[in-house]
């Protein structure tokens, strides 16, 4: 029976050719909008570490106080980066499985190739335990030691694409590199490991560099060398000394942390590490303030940063509002198409077809509809897909590809949206009385 329907509705679709490219266009149209903008969508709104994002957290400390919020600050939310204080002390205590203070940095590498120019590369000072927290691939060596962290050495971890660059490719580990005018021994060479969002610091990114993460140093190497932060720096006062010295000296905010913990007990003793560690701080007379802390898993942490861009969002909405609008217009194409077919349907219910039998007839009418619309907007999607660039930023529109998935939720958004706006039209279809028409004929 399904064949013999099939059969009627491609007989119908070519002998109204017109009606149906018209319905198929603005099906196409709908659903290459949507699926344009939702495969942006989902590649800066999805989980970066899904088999692990449970266990990360992010811990804030309010350094600040009621008086360094601004005026039109009402929140009472604590900094979301912690100045180098703090930062060094929870690095000390160390009261996670693990953890890590990060900074960002931007430095000149000088290639070990004779001729070549310095390179530009960004990347992060951090500690060794920022690699097993994150479960950094690697693709020779592996990141250093907590010995290497205590002695400040002069080593670091870098990505592919700058071993390509400095070294023309292969396993360099062991060579050195001029980082800054410091000779660093290289321990590591990362596999492609390009998180996005680079969750690890929002703080300094906002969630999305396109060239970050090529270089990776001791975070205590990286302060005795004085390189300075290229990430954010968020001051209540100005430091009173001047340069990185003094950076490290103020209240400024400009360190992101994050730290592993197994299971809800070590999150509660952690949450109370943090406010024993604030209530100290107000005894010494640092702090004037009760304890005001946070510590945020990290999908609650992406939230709260607004990590998701607004205009994806937007569009996302703009799009969604398009395809209602071709859904409307194809279900009164569809409702027209069906009504014109009036005495069709009286003969056939004359002959003995059931109500539910013409509800089917039409409804994979109006798949089918879908389905053609469907293949049309895979087409329009690439299209979409290859010029979100022109309307977005660059690094994240290099975020949204075509995959499998992408197309096959394509094409049952169209078949299923379409067959959702055949409901009326397929409904008043079925409703079409057989002795009023015999007699009208």
């Known amino acids: 029976m399904f064949a013999y329907y099939l059969d009627l509705a491609l007989r119908s679709l070519k002998r109204h050719k017109a009606l149906t490219g018209l319905m198929i266009i603005t099906i196409g149209f709908g659903v290459a909008a949507s699926m344009t903008t939702w495969s942006v969508f989902r590649a800066v709104s999805g989980d970066p570490i899904p088999w692990k994002s449970s266990k990360l957290f992010v811990p804030q400390i309010d350094n600040w106080g009621p008086a360094g919020h601004g005026p039109k600050d009402t929140s009472n939310e604590p900094p979301d980066a912690m100045d180098y204080t703090d930062a060094v002390a929870l690095m000390r205590d160390h009261r996670a499985k693990y953890q890590s203070a990060m900074y960002q940095i931007g430095s000149a590498v000088t ?31 592996s990141g250093w030691s907590a010995a290497d962290d205590e002695h400040r050495a002069q080593v670091a971890v870098i990505s592919s694409r ?33 998180p996005q969002p680079q969750f690890y610091d929002v703080v300094n ?40 010295i003094g950076l490290q000296h103020s209240e400024c905010a400009w360190i992101a942390f994050m730290v592993q913990l197994e299971n809800a007990n070590a999150v509660r003793d952690y949450k109370q590490y943090l406010d024993n560690y604030a209530a100290a701080q107000q005894q010494a007379g640092r702090f004037t303030w009760a304890p005001n802390n946070r510590l945020r898993g990290l999908m609650d942490w992406l939230d709260f940063e607004h990590v998701v861009p607004s205009d994806t969002k937007i569009s996302l909405y703009v799009a969604l509002g398009l395809l209602l609008v071709c859904l409307v217009n194809t279900a009164g194409l569809l409702l027209a198409k069906f ?50 660039s022109w309307v977005l930023p660059r690094d994240i ?27 009326y039209p397929t409904m008043r279809a079925a409703a079409v009385q057989p002795a009023w028409q015999l007699k009208s004929n």
């Open 111 to 141: 290639p070990q190739r004779v001729g070549q120019h310095p390179i530009t590369a960004g990347g992060e000072a951090v500690y060794s335990e920022f690699f097993p927290m994150l479960d950094v691939p690697f693709k020779y060596g």
């Open 162 to 194: 700058l071993n390509d660059k400095a070294f023309g490719g292969g396993d360099n580990v062991g060579k050195t590199l001029s980082i800054d005018g410091h000779e660093f021994r290289v321990v590591g060479i990362l596999d492609d490991w390009h």
């Open 205 to 244: 990114t906002g969630g999305f560099s396109e060239g970050g993460g090529s270089l990776f140093v001791p975070f205590t190497t990286a302060i005795a060398n004085s390189m300075n932060n290229n990430g954010n720096t968020n001051c209540n006062a100005t430091p009173k000394e001047p340069g990185f």
């Open 339 to 388: 009504l014109r077919r009036s005495s069709e349907i009286g003969v056939r219910r004359a002959l003995g077809a059931s109500r539910r039998e013409i509800y089917t007839q039409f409804l994979i009418e109006s798949g089918m509809v879908g389905l053609a619309g469907g293949v049309l907007g895979l087409v329009l999607t690439g299209f979409g897909i290859a010029g979100v």
């Open 397 to 423: 529109a290099a975020l949204a590809h075509i995959d499998v998935s992408l197309l096959i939720t394509t094409l049952i958004v169209a078949i299923v949206a379409t067959m959702l706006a055949g409901l």
